[in-house]
Nanobody, 125 residues
Framework: QVQLVESGGGLVQAGGSLRLSCAAS????????MGWFRQAPGKEREFVAA????????YYADSVKGRLTISRDTLKNTVYLEMNSLKPEDTAVYYC??????????????????WGQGTQVTVSS
């Protein structure tokens, strides 16, 4: 069974940093684009960032550009989301996502083929 398992969430003060990790099974990791979404209470799930299967290209939501960085480690079958200068509005459950699609399509929820269980990020003011 293909699985995505997130870790690294927690409570942090505004301006602080966190790094999320998503461990994926081998086959899916090597051929799929990977990404992160988030869902705040009472809001729809939204795209955050994505990275191509090779790691050569990345794609970000405008709201996180310059603060969040997505990367992947092929040897560890893991994708990361480095989050800096966090704001209270970044508070949400963050979900790892995977799909066999072009990078720009990763922002479309219906294109996602695999989801992780989510990890909570809370930013206090």
């Amino acid at each position: 069974q293909v699985q995505l398992v997130e870790s690294g969430g927690g409570l942090v003060q505004a301006g602080g940093s966190l790094r999320l990790s998503c461990a994926a099974s081998g086959r899916i990791f090597s051929t799929y684009a990977m990404g992160w979404f988030r869902q705040a209470p009472g809001k729809e799930r939204e795209f955050v960032a994505a990275i191509s299967w090779s790691g050569a290209s990345t794609y970000y939501a405008d709201s996180v550009k310059g603060r969040l960085t997505i990367s992947r480690d092929t040897l560890k079958n893991t994708v990361y989301l480095e989050m800096n200068s966090l704001k209270p509005e970044d508070t949400a459950v963050y979900y790892c996502a995977a799909a066999d699609t072009v990078l720009q399509a990763m922002r479309i929820i219906s294109a996602i083929q695999r989801w992780g269980q989510g990890t909570q990020v809370t930013v206090s003011s």
